[in-house]
């Protein structure tokens, strides 16, 4: 059996979709029975196929994703045939994504909530993304959220497959040589204790707003010398983000790295007092995983997918709370042996997803 695997969508490994296919082709190997080959724009050659010495058929789109969409919806077909596979893996469906899949099987690996991206598309994409998902023969969604949420949008449940995504294990580990007043993080030297929350500052559902605000509460009720880091590159939101820090009594203790790179938050993890993650439109949540197996407790929003991959492990809190925010932050800054029996739930939980589960997995669905 023949297998395609489009990277076209996933952003040369530049974002959480490309992150999900350079960890899953790290994983995966040829066998007797299944012949694995990639295909896209030239560069992802060397992104995604080569250490693993994978083939790969480049396709010269250009950097244009109306193209790439116009090439999955008309050309993509004609392609498959000359190619001869015969099933397909598409790790980026919500970005690009066939229409027809009558020479092949599909698998389309949906990372995103769907109904958010449907508001968000324009017309023409809006329908080929609904014709796509309603035809594809499976779909991997990484949470039982995700699932729910294409469902509520119309595609059969039958056809949806629940398959956890993992977390690197050799870069999240915890960190035991972490004795000193600062973590040295190039280019940066962050001042020990912190609170970390690594989102982007793409929008008000990642409520950057309200944990400053709850920072300050913090701040203002315990006296202690915590500091804020906000990792995270700029996007649509972050002129009201570094506002709301600049205006904070306490701004000289809230941190904005902007852009850090995905390898370097094991150490920034390691660091914290706690990872504090109030997203409330998070259809994955690697990141609060990824935290845990760094030996760091997790205060999350307790909505989204996130009490779904937290487990019991997290500490929940309404993003819309201030009080209630500050007053976990308070709980795992002041009573260090819940702060250790967190840590150790924590570890004990993230060490359950691995990317090797989730490849096993995503190929059994394939063969069957």
């Known amino acids: 059996m023949k297998v395609g695997i489009d990277t076209f969508g996933c ?3 530049q974002s959480g979709l490309g992150a999900y296919l350079f960890y899953f082709i790290s994983n995966l190997n040829q066998t007797d029975n299944l012949e694995f080959e990639l295909f896209g724009a030239e560069i992802d050659r060397y992104t995604y196929g080569v250490d693993k010495g994978f083939p790969f058929t480049a396709v010269n789109l250009g950097e244009n994703l109306r193209k790439e969409r116009l090439f999955h919806k008309y050309a993509i ?16 469906a919500e970005k690009v994504i066939p229409v027809s899949f009558k020479n092949h099987i599909g698998i389309a690996v949906v ?3 769907i109904s958010s991206c449907l508001k968000n598309e324009n017309y023409f994409y809006r329908h080929q993304l609904k014709k796509g998902l309603s035809r594809v023969q499976i779909i991997i969604a990484p949470t039982e959220y995700i699932k729910k949420d294409l469902v ?19 870069l999240f580990f ?9 973590i040295d993080v190039k280019p940066f030297s962050i001042k020990r204790p912190y609170f970390i929350y690594g989102s982007r500052l793409s929008g008000p559902e990642k409520k950057h707003i309200e944990l400053i605000e709850a920072f300050n509460l913090f701040k203002k009720k315990t006296g202690l010398p915590h500091r804020l880091v906000l990792a995270g590159s700029d996007g649509d939101f972050s002129k009201k983000v570094h506002e709301q820090a600049i205006s904070s009594e306490f701004s000289s203790d809230i941190f904005c790295t902007g852009y850090f790179p ?33 030996g760091v407790p997790v205060l999350c929003s307790d909505a989204g997918s996130l009490p779904e991959i937290g487990g019991s492990a997290a500490v929940y809190f309404n993003s819309d709370n201030i009080e209630e925010i500050a007053g976990c932050m308070q709980k795992i800054a002041e009573d260090k042996d819940f ?14 997803f691995a990317w090797d589960k989730t490849v096993e997995k995503t190929i059994k669905y394939l063969v069957q």
Not at 77 to 92: E, H, R, S, T
Not at 152 to 170: A, L, M, P, Q, R
Not at 174 to 182: M, Q, S, T, V, Y
């Open 262 to 294: 995905h390898e370097s938050f094991a150490r920034l993890y390691a660091g914290a007092e706690a990872c504090v993650f109030p997203s409330v439109i998070e259809g994955v949540g690697l990141p609060i995983l990824e935290a845990m197996a760094c």
């Open 77 to 92: 077909g004609a392609f498959i045939k000359k190619n001869q596979y015969d099933a397909v893996l598409y790790p980026a």
């Open 339 to 352: 702060r250790e029996k967190k840590i150790a739930e924590g570890l004990t939980w993230s060490s359950k």
């Open 11 to 13: 952003d040369h490994a």
């Open 174 to 182: 915890p960190l035991l040589d972490i004795e000193d007043d600062f």
């Open 152 to 170: 509520d949008c119309g595609i059969k449940g039958s056809k949806i497959k629940v398959v956890n995504h993992g977390i690197d294990h050799k």
């Open 111 to 113: 990372n995103s909530v």
